[in-house]
């Protein structure tokens, strides 16, 4: 069974990793998200399967990259523990770091670019664009911003 890394930072973009739930049976499967008091259930809802980074976001210049930092080494040790042989993301800063380990030891990378962007390139878009093995927006109209992406529609 293929062993598959899914990763987001909290909120609505783990909401978008969630949905694909009906995937995680197929595989043998690991989330990673940041902590927060807001997704603690996790844990009871997938077993054994959910790991926590540290939360922070860009908002908190000062703290912001210690914290990104700790989560590369955070997420190395995971990518090492877990060995994912493909790791699946709907981003954002988080999966950053993961995504650049999985593909230092080439292992297969899919991003899938957030709903919210219709129109125009995310931050984490920009960067994994040029490193994802599958690229996937879910709108069209995307196709013009990334023209290498594929369109997969909404995960909603």
Avoid at 15 to 33: A, C, G
Avoid at 72 to 81: N, Q, R, T
Wanted: with cysteine; charged share 20%.
């Amino acid at each position: 069974m293929k062993r598959v890394l899914f990763i987001s930072s909290c909120g609505g973009h783990l909401t978008e990793l969630l949905e694909l739930k009906e995937m995680f049976s197929h595989y043998d499967y690991q989330i990673v998200t940041e902590k927060t008091k807001s997704n603690q259930n996790l844990k009871e809802k997938y077993p054994g399967r959910v790991h926590f980074l540290i939360y922070g976001t860009k908002h908190h210049p000062i703290s912001y990259p210690f914290k990104l930092l700790a989560n590369c080494f955070i997420s190395l040790f995971y990518f090492f523990k877990y060995r994912p042989q493909f790791i699946v993301t709907t981003g954002a800063h988080t999966a950053g770091p993961m995504c650049c380990i999985a593909k230092l030891f080439r292992r297969k990378v899919i991003y899938i670019e957030t709903f919210a962007n219709a129109h125009s390139k995310s931050v984490t878009g920009k960067l994994l664009y040029h490193i994802a093995d599958l690229f996937i927006v879910q709108w069209k109209s995307m196709l013009e911003v990334y023209p290498k992406a594929t369109y997969g529609g909404w995960i909603f």
